[in-house]
């Protein structure tokens, strides 16, 4: 999931910035990459805390 999430987000947001540049897949990887090597490791950090929040916040009955 995280992997098409930061693919189509960096691809089309290069597309809108660059157009269609000459070297828009090259650009287009280097962002995709980075983001993902940020984005996952965020994801893996915050999700427990986002779920505790949920439990706390709607407790099962």
């Known amino acids: 999931m995280?992997?098409?999430t930061t693919g189509l987000i960096t691809y089309i947001l290069i597309s809108i910035n660059f157009?269609?540049?000459h070297?828009?897949?090259k650009v287009?990887?280097?962002s995709?990459?980075?983001s993902y090597?940020?984005?996952i490791?965020?994801?893996l950090l915050i999700s427990p805390i986002i779920d505790k929040l949920?439990?706390?916040l709607f407790p099962v009955k």
Request: proline letters at 4%; aromatic letters at 12%; charged letters at 10%.
């Open 28 to 30: 287009w990887l280097k």
């Open 2 to 4: 995280g992997t098409i």
């Open 19 to 21: 157009g269609w540049a």
């Open 32 to 34: 995709w990459l980075i």
């Open 41 to 43: 490791p965020i994801i």
């Open 54 to 56: 949920v439990k706390n």
């Open 23 to 25: 070297n828009l897949l």
């Open 37 to 39: 090597l940020i984005s």
